[in-house]
T-cell receptor, first 116, second 109 residues
Framework: DAMVIQNPRYQVTQFGKPVTLSCSQT?????MYWYQQKSSQAPKLLFH???????NEADTPDNFQSRRPNTSFCFLDIRSPGLGDAAMYLC???????????????FGEGSRLTVL | GQNIDQPTEMTATEGAIVQINCTYQ??????LFWYQQHAGEAPTFLSY??LDGLEEKGRFSSFLSRSKGYSYLLLKELQMKDSASYLC??????????WGAGTKLIIKP
């Protein structure tokens, strides 16, 4: 049973056309993360939420926004996608207890974004 | 700055043993993690080391030496399905997860 679900799995957009990626979880985890991963590169953390507390990484472009309306859902909005934003976007969760400190993340299957 | 180094690519033979090394330089240390990532898929958690020594889990083992800033992932009895990227990640003093770029492991028959 999928525990972290991302939609859509594949998204094609045009240069500058806004995109929203969604993530839902059935684990009731407090912490949710959005990562960007390009081919053969390390995942790059964009944001994370600890409950409702939003944490923006210093080098995350303003073009990327996030919303977490409740514990189960989190959204990534890319306001004006550029060619350089083509990547796999990974949503992950972790518990607020031991898992937050041990680093065991539960990932969704990812949303692959193509920008034309 | 913070840095995780691991080889870009390794090749091994089905049934053999392979060791993937990881060295790290981070501000503080709160554990080292190995994740497996098949092409086009999300990473999956393999192991966690916070104390020095070897942790064994079936065909996979992970070793840590904090004084040397060094870890390795050992895969035994390699199977074709082990072809994947293996990512090393370290949690620093702020509990931020610092990721390596991954080692692509190619298994040949």
């Amino acid at each position: 049973d999928a525990m972290v679900i991302q939609n859509p799995r594949y998204q094609v957009t045009q240069f500058g056309k806004p995109v929203t990626l969604s993530c839902s979880q059935t684990l009731n985890h407090n912490v949710m993360y959005w990562y960007q991963q390009k081919s053969s590169q390390a995942p790059k953390l964009l944001f994370h939420y600890y409950d409702k507390d939003f944490n923006n990484e210093a080098d995350t472009p303003d073009n990327f926004q996030s919303r977490r309306p409740n514990t189960s859902f989190c959204f990534l909005d890319i306001r004006s996608p550029g060619l350089g934003d083509a990547a796999m976007y990974l949503c992950a969760t972790s518990g607020a207890g031991t898992e937050y400190h041990t680093g065991e993340l539960f990932f969704g299957e990812g949303s692959r974004l193509t920008v034309l | 700055g913070q840095n995780i180094d691991q080889p870009t690519e390794m090749t091994a033979t089905e049934g053999a043993i392979v060791q993937i090394n990881c060295t790290y330089q981070t501000s503080g240390f709160n554990g080292l993690f190995w994740y497996q990532q098949h092409a086009g898929e999300a990473p999956t958690f393999l192991s966690y080391n916070v104390l020095d020594g070897l942790e064994e889990k079936g065909r996979f083992s992970s070793f840590l030496s904090r004084s040397k800033g060094y870890s390795y992932l050992l895969l035994k009895e390699l199977q074709m399905k082990d072809s994947a990227s293996y990512l090393c990640a370290v949690k620093d003093s702020n509990y931020q997860l610092i990721w390596g770029a991954g080692t692509k492991l190619i298994i040949k028959p």
